[in-house]
């Protein structure tokens, strides 16, 4: 026998079909849905946003790979373009270019790249983009063009308050649920998509599609996104049952903002997140209740991005403190 034909590898010993690449080109397949419902809201610049935070993405890696790392390019495995699509899908569509710019920047370069790539990264890096231009640009991040079909395109972009701005805003100045609710889209409408809000979360029923497929390729499990959802809501009905003048019903918080994108695209991100089962429902009820202690009590109307990355800085402290038991023992 041709000895050479023997390797000793380290265990786990699985042979799988499954590449890095595959698994994020399913999770851009995946959020496919969501983007096309925001063209048709939010027309053209949707495009235009979301072309230029991926080639930002793409360029800045592979400048930073090549000249910095003096390392092989890493481009093809897809992993800058789920960062440059996700960036994309957080900010409003009438962000100027050179802030997305500035985001995919710090999304790659300092906290992807400066870990050392894929793999080694401690945050997601679009929250971490997303969150640097939120407190370094708080104007133009929290202005929040209506949505308008995209027939009406040329038409004068006008902005607006999103749901959870409109809740924050009103109850601070004494308002009760009810009549704020008088002044919002519709749920049905909601669950579409027409309301103001980062382009790609306001289509609940897209993002739902994109995750379902998710589910059904193996690529996420359950665990996270289903812990995430139901701590966020069993939290905002206690709350709700309590004061319901003064607390808006978990429904509402389910289909606004970015709770949906946030649970089943970027808090499952298998690099920042725990690694068994329990871990990752531990992981994603921390994520579900910091949430909404941010939206309930915090100086912020949304709480996810915050949310996800305090639970990434948690995750190696999790993975440690909630061990499997050992095979036998």
Partial sequence: MDKSLLFVSGSPHVHHDESVKKIMWSVVIALLPALLVSV?????????????????????????QRFLLKGKSTIGDGSAVITGLLLAFNVPSNLPIWILVVGALIAIGVAKMTFGGLGRNLFNPALVGRVFLLISFPVQMTSWPKPTPIWSCGADVITGPTPLGILKEGLGKGETVSKLMDSMPGYIDM?????????????????????????????????????????????????????????????????????????????????????????????????????????????????????????NALAPLINKGFKPKVFAK
């Fill in 40 to 64: 048709f809201y939010f027309g053209l610049p949707v495009i235009y946003l979301t072309l230029v935070s991926i080639g930002s993405c793409l360029l800045f890696e592979y400048l930073i």
């Fill in 191 to 311: 669950l579409f998509g027409e309301m103001g809000g980062s382009f790609g979360e306001v289509s609940a029923i897209a993002l739902l599609i994109g995750a379902i497929f998710l589910l059904i390729r193996k690529v996420i499990t359950w665990h996270i996104p289903v812990s995430f959802i139901c701590t966020a809501l069993i939290f905002a009905s206690i709350f709700y049952f309590i004061d319901p003048v003064h607390y808006a019903n978990p429904l509402f918080h389910l289909v606004t903002g970015g709770m949906l994108l946030g649970a089943f695209f970027m808090a499952t991100d298998m690099v920042t997140s725990p690694t068994s089962v329990w871990r990752m429902i531990v992981f994603g009820a921390g994520c579900g209740l910091l949430t909404m202690l941010i939206r309930m009590f915090g100086a912020y109307p949304e709480g996810v991005s915050f949310a996800i990355l305090i639970m």
